[in-house]
């Protein structure tokens, strides 16, 4: 409902519960400075989130796998998985959240209102995956990669389905090697027998990942081999599911088994292009870092000008055309939306 409907009734409610609720959180800041004081909480120790729920967070101890359930002290907003915080234990093993550590990194998705909102922070790697059936469009591939490169966090590219895979490679072949030229690590995967997760463990160890991609490449089936303890992952979602409905969409981390940390939910596997305007299409394409600014005009828009540093790199071969007919691609869906 608009704010301008609101009778002055409905209003005068709303700011009643308002002011209750401040006056509630101010009691409750009051009530946890006390304790905190009281030494009724251990010392300060460095943790991560690992879900959260609105004020109330899963954190885990740096020391321990052990998951504490805590809440955050009052002046403390907008957490999300993945935050590194300083936490105190208290004796029933609850906690509460003191601080949060400057963050490397945070993953960002647009909301029902399409305002942008964090969503996981200090991620090492986003590992797009595509797969040898459904075909992979280039362009996609570097859609995602576009993304990826606005958030600061490294893109890997995940080939799953290799046992579909013909002999000589076929025509994907050719794609990973223009992928692979210009530094982007390729993993190959396949969820089908014993040692097709190999170097995808490798890839995921001592690393924080998310998966994205697009439907039907196996994102699923690649993240349930990886977490095999089905028990745990399904477990630590029905203990939280009383806590109310959003829980299932809110993005855990779990720890690999073989190493690495994995963040999921179904809202970062749908991980896109949305919200990026044209600056940062064209810083997403790394091969065309070098060019920019030696265009002879500067507001050069890399179309038809006269003394275009990207069109003659592409004429000397230094920047494959389709790759600049991809970002054209790219830019003009952007300004058609
Ligand atoms: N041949 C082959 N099929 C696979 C492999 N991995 C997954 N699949 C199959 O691919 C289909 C899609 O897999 P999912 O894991 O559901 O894919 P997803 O990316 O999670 O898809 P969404 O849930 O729609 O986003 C399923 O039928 C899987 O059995 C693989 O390595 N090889
Ligand atoms: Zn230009």
């Known amino acids: 409902m608009s704010k301008?409907?609101?009778s002055r009734q409905q209003r005068w409610r709303v700011e009643k519960i308002q002011a209750e609720r401040a006056a509630r959180a101010e009691r409750q800041a009051e009530r946890e400075t006390r304790s905190l004081e009281a030494g009724e909480y251990g010392p300060e120790q460095p943790g991560r989130v690992i879900a959260h729920f609105g004020r109330t967070l899963d954190v885990r101890g740096d020391t321990g796998a052990s998951l504490h359930r805590c809440h955050l002290r009052a002046n403390l907003e907008g957490l999300v998985t993945g935050d590194r915080v300083v936490w105190r234990r208290a004796a029933d093993d609850s906690g509460v959240v003191v601080a949060r550590d400057s963050r490397d990194n945070v993953l960002e998705r647009?909301?029902?209102r399409g305002l942008l909102k964090p969503v996981a922070a200090n991620i090492d790697q986003i590992l797009i995956v595509f797969a040898v059936e459904p075909a992979p469009f280039a362009n996609l591939i570097d859609r995602y990669l576009v993304a990826a490169e606005a958030t600061g966090i490294t893109p890997v590219l995940v080939l799953n389905k290799t046992d579909l895979l013909p002999e000589d490679g076929g025509a994907?072949?050719?794609l990973l090697e223009r992928y692979r030229s210009l530094?982007?690590?390729?993993?190959?995967a396949t969820t089908r027998g014993d040692t097709g997760l190999d170097a995808l463990h490798a890839q995921l160890t001592g690393r924080t990942s998310v998966f994205v991609g697009q439907s039907g490449v196996g994102k699923s089936s690649l993240i349930d081999r990886l977490l095999p303890d089905q028990a745990l992952r399904i477990g630590a979602l029905s203990e939280d599911s009383r806590k109310g409905t959003h829980t299932t969409t809110t993005a855990r981390l779990y720890a690999l088994p073989a190493g690495g940390e994995l963040i999921d939910s179904p809202g970062i596997r749908e991980?896109?292009?949305g919200h990026l305007d044209a600056a940062q299409i064209t810083d997403g394409f790394v091969e065309f870092r070098d060019y920019l600014g030696r265009c002879r005009f500067r507001d050069c828009r890399h179309r038809d000008e006269p003394g275009c540093a990207l069109q003659a790199a592409i004429d000397a071969?230094?920047?494959s055309a389709e790759r600049f007919a991809s970002y054209r691609r790219i830019l003009d869906e952007q300004a058609g939306r």
């Open 110 to 112: 647009p909301d029902a």
């Open 271 to 273: 991980f896109g292009l």
């Open 183 to 188: 530094g982007y690590t390729v993993v190959r």
């Open 317 to 319: 071969g230094e920047i």
């Open 4 to 6: 301008r409907k609101l």
């Open 172 to 174: 994907l072949a050719h």
